[in-house]
C-alpha cells in the first residue's frame, strides 16, 4: 500500500502539470536574449534563470567537475576523469553529465566534502557573464535552475557570492554519509522545482525566465510559471565580458584548492604532462635551498624557474639602532609559508629566525631556517619572540594565515611589544599551477605543491621602518593601532584592501575548524 502513495503523488503532479496549468496559465511570450532587459525595471518582478545555461559563459561543465575530482577525490581519480572525457564527448549530453558525476563523487564523504563552498566559487565567478549578471541585479526575487549541476556544487556559490534568493539542483544520493555518484531522478527534481516555486508565491509582477535553446526540460517547465521567456544563444555567450571582481556582490576573500588554473580539457592535459616534471623540480629545489649556500643556491633556483625580486633592498641592509640592543624585527603579510624563506633569500641571511602559530612537524624539519612555535599565549609567545630578537633577525607574520587575494587579515599587536624598530615587508606571490597553501588539505605538503609549480614567483619590497618614537608610543598610540598603522603601510604598498578578518574567520569558512594543525 505505501509502495502506491508515492506513485498517486506522480500522477496527480502530472495531472496538475499537463492538463490544469495547460488552461490556467496564457502561453508564454518567447524572445531572444535578456539584453533588452537592462531597459526595463525588474525589480518588482520575478527571475527564473538556468545556471549553466545563462549565467555562465562557458559551454562546458567538464573544468568544474574535473575541480572536484582532483580536490576532493585526488590525482589518480581526476587522471581517470581526464582519459574518460573523449568517450564522454561521445555520449549524448545527459549521459555524458552523469557519467562524470559518478567519476568525481562516488565514496566521497558527503560530511567532508567543502569544495562546493571552499573551492568552486572562485572558478564559476570567473565565468560569470557580465551582461546577465546586470539583468540579475535588476530583478525582484531571482531563482537560479540547474539540471545538470548537483546541489552542493552550485549553491554555495549562488547563496553567499551572487546572494541568489533560491537554488534548485539536482540532489545526490547518499548511502552511509557517502555519495553514490548518482543525482535523483529527474521527475523528483521537478517535483521539487515545482513545489519551491509554488511555495515562493510567484503573484506579484511578472514571472520572466532565461535559459538557453539546450535545456528544453526547463524550457518546458519555466513556460508553467513565466509570462516571458528569454532564450540566450552561444553567440550570445562568446559577446559577453567577464564579470569584474570589482563588481562581485561579495568580496571573494577566501578560497580553497590546489589547483590556481582552471582545469579546461587543454589545461588538465598540461598539467598532467607537467606532472612528473614536476616532482623532480620539487625535489631538486627543495635540495638546493636545505643544502647549498645562499650565494649559490640563489642563481641555481632562478634557474630552475623560481623567482625572487627584491624591491629596496638599501632598508634591508641597514642596521636601525635599536635602543634596546635587540636584532631587526620583520613584520610581512603571509601568502604562503615560505615567506619567511623568500624574507632571507633577500636579505641573504640564513641565522635568521621565525615564529609559527600552527605549522606541520613535516615543514619544521624542512624548514631551512629555525622556526619556533608559538602556543597561543600572550605572555609567553611574547617572552619567545623577545629571546628570539636577543639572538637575531626575526620575521613574523602577524596575519596568523595566509590569504591568497589581495586582502590582509587583521594583524595581532603582540610585534608591537617586543621590539622598537620594526621594518615592513611587503611579500606578494605568482604561481601558475598550483596554490601552496591549504586549509583542509594536508599542510604538511603546501611547499612541495608551491616548488612543483613551474614559475613560483615572490616579489619582496623591504619599507621604511617604523620608528621607535611610534613603537615607544609617546602620543598615547596603543599596540593595535600600531599594529593597524603597519598592516595599512603594506597594505598601500601593496594595493590590498585591509579587514578585520582573522585566521578563525578564514578556517570556519573553508575547513569548519579553528585551524590549529597536530605536530604529525
Known amino acids: 500500500m505505501s509502495a502506491k502513495i508515492p506513485i498517486f503523488q506522480s500522477l496527480v503532479f502530472l495531472f496538475y502539470r499537463f492538463i ?244 579546461t580539457l587543454m589545461n588538465t592535459l598540461v598539467l598532467f604532462m607537467w606532472g612528473p616534471f614536476a616532482a623532480a623540480a620539487a625535489a631538486a629545489r627543495l635540495f638546493v635551498s636545505l643544502c647549498i649556500p645562499y650565494s649559490f643556491s640563489i642563481p641555481i633556483l632562478c634557474f630552475s624557474g623560481c623567482r625572487l625580486t627584491v624591491a629596496n633592498d638599501y632598508i634591508s641592509s641597514q642596521k636601525p639602532n635599536s635602543s634596546q640592543g635587540k636584532g631587526r624585527l620583520f613584520v610581512c603579510n603571509h601568502r604562503t609559508l615560505l615567506d619567511p624563506l623568500y624574507v632571507a633569500f633577500a636579505l641573504k641571511e640564513k641565522n635568521i629566525k621565525t615564529v609559527t602559530y600552527s605549522l606541520s612537524r613535516v615543514s619544521e624539519i624542512l624548514a631551512p631556517i629555525k622556526t619556533v612555535r608559538l602556543n597561543r599565549d600572550r605572555v609567553s609567545d611574547g617572552q619567545a619572540m623577545e629571546t628570539l630578537l636577543t639572538e637575531g633577525d626575526l620575521v613574523v607574520c602577524p596575519e596568523g594565515t595566509t590569504c591568497r587575494e589581495p586582502y590582509m587579515l587583521r594583524f595581532s599587536p603582540l610585534f608591537t611589544e617586543v621590539s622598537d624598530v620594526i621594518v615592513p615587508v611587503a611579500v606578494t606571490v605568482h604561481v601558475t599551477f598550483f596554490y601552496g597553501t591549504t586549509a583542509s588539505g594536508f599542510k604538511a605538503f603546501d611547499p612541495l605543491f608551491f616548488l612543483m609549480d613551474p614559475y613560483p614567483t615572490y616579489n619582496v619590497e623591504f619599507l621604511d621602518p617604523v620608528s621607535s618614537a611610534t613603537c615607544q608610543d609617546p602620543d598615547g598610540k596603543s599596540k593595535f593601532e600600531v599594529a593597524n598603522h603597519v598592516q595599512s603601510e603594506i597594505g598601500k604598498a601593496l594595493d590590498f584592501e585591509c579587514t578585520k578578518l582573522t585566521r578563525k574567520d578564514k578556517y570556519l569558512i573553508l575547513a569548519g575548524n579553528n585551524g590549529v594543525v597536530k605536530k604529525n
Open 20 to 263: 490544469l496549468r495547460r488552461y490556467r496559465n496564457p502561453k508564454p511570450k518567447y524572445q531572444n536574449g535578456p539584453s533588452s532587459l537592462l531597459q526595463s525595471d525588474l525589480s518588482r518582478h520575478t527571475l527564473i534563470f538556468n545556471v549553466e545555461g545563462a549565467l555562465l559563459k562557458s559551454n562546458t561543465l567538464f573544468p568544474y567537475f574535473m575541480l572536484v575530482a582532483f580536490e576532493a577525490g585526488g590525482v589518480i581519480r581526476s587522471f581517470i576523469l581526464f582519459i574518460l572525457y573523449p568517450f564522454i564527448s561521445l555520449m549524448s549530453h545527459e549521459m555524458g553529465v552523469k557519467v562524470m558525476v559518478m567519476v568525481s563523487f562516488f565514496g566521497i564523504k558527503k560530511e567532508g566534502f567543502r569544495a562546493g563552498r571552499a573551492v568552486l566559487p572562485k572558478h564559476f565567478l570567473e565565468d560569470v557573464g557580465l551582461e546577465m549578471f546586470e539583468v540579475l541585479k535588476r530583478g525582484g526575487k531571482r531563482i537560479g535552475v540547474s539540471n545538470d549541476l548537483p546541489q552542493v556544487m552550485i549553491e554555495g556559490f549562488l547563496r553567499d557570492y551572487l546572494e541568489i534568493d533560491v537554488v534548485v539542483g539536482r540532489e545526490m544520493k547518499v548511502v552511509g554519509g557517502y555519495y553514490l555518484g548518482i543525482m535523483e531522478d529527474k521527475t523528483k527534481h521537478d517535483l521539487v522545482f515545482d513545489e519551491l516555486v509554488r511555495k515562493e508565491r510567484l503573484n506579484t509582477g511578472r514571472v520572466i525566465g532565461i535559459t538557453s535553446f539546450n535545456t528544453s526540460l526547463h524550457r518546458y517547465l519555466f513556460s508553467q510559471f513565466c509570462q516571458e521567456i528569454y532564450f540566450v544563444k552561444r553567440s550570445d555567450k562568446r559577446s559577453w565580458q567577464t564579470l569584474p571582481r570589482s563588481q562581485y556582490p561579495k568580496p571573494l576573500i577566501f578560497h580553497d584548492g590546489r589547483l590556481a588554473i582552471k582545469p
